[in-house]
């Protein structure tokens, strides 16, 4: 009877230790898939924020070529007025120009650096959770 009792138990231990495990399984399952939930947030966030950095930029863009176009006549109105020939000074105007929309440009690219879209809050949980679930398994 004794050896049929320890096989009883054992069988039920077993049972138990299965149930967990896959009570576990389950529980990470789930966390894994709200942390991909949560990535494809903190991304589609992130991206929202690169269109309104692109719509700025073109709204800066539109807005600030008149104000550029009139500062450089007024620049090279004023070199000519100062002796300098017109080619000359309408060239160094224009290099101004050249200068600031360069940037302009490096402050956007700047802006849209894929490496910012990555979501690092999510890719830290996930670490914490596998760590976690390597700590559970052992």
Do not use: C
Not at 36 to 47: H, T
Request: hydrophobic letters at 50%; zero cysteines.
């Amino acid at each position: 009877m004794s050896i049929e009792h320890d096989i009883k138990t054992s069988q039920g231990e077993f049972r138990v230790i299965s149930t967990l495990l896959g009570d576990t399984m389950s529980q990470f399952a789930k966390l894994f898939q709200n942390e991909m939930d949560l990535a494809k947030a903190e991304v589609g966030d992130k991206l929202q924020k690169r269109g309104g950095a692109l719509g700025l930029i073109a709204g800066g863009a539109v807005l600030v070529v008149p104000a550029i176009v009139m500062a450089l006549f007024a620049l090279s109105a004023a070199l000519i007025a100062a002796g300098w020939s017109q080619p000359v000074s309408y060239l160094t105007s224009a290099f101004i120009a050249a200068v600031i929309a360069a940037l302009f440009f490096a402050v956007g690219i700047n802006r849209l650096d894929v490496r910012n879209l990555a979501p690092r809050e999510t890719i830290g949980q996930l670490e914490k959770d596998k760590d976690t679930m390597k700590g559970m398994v052992r």
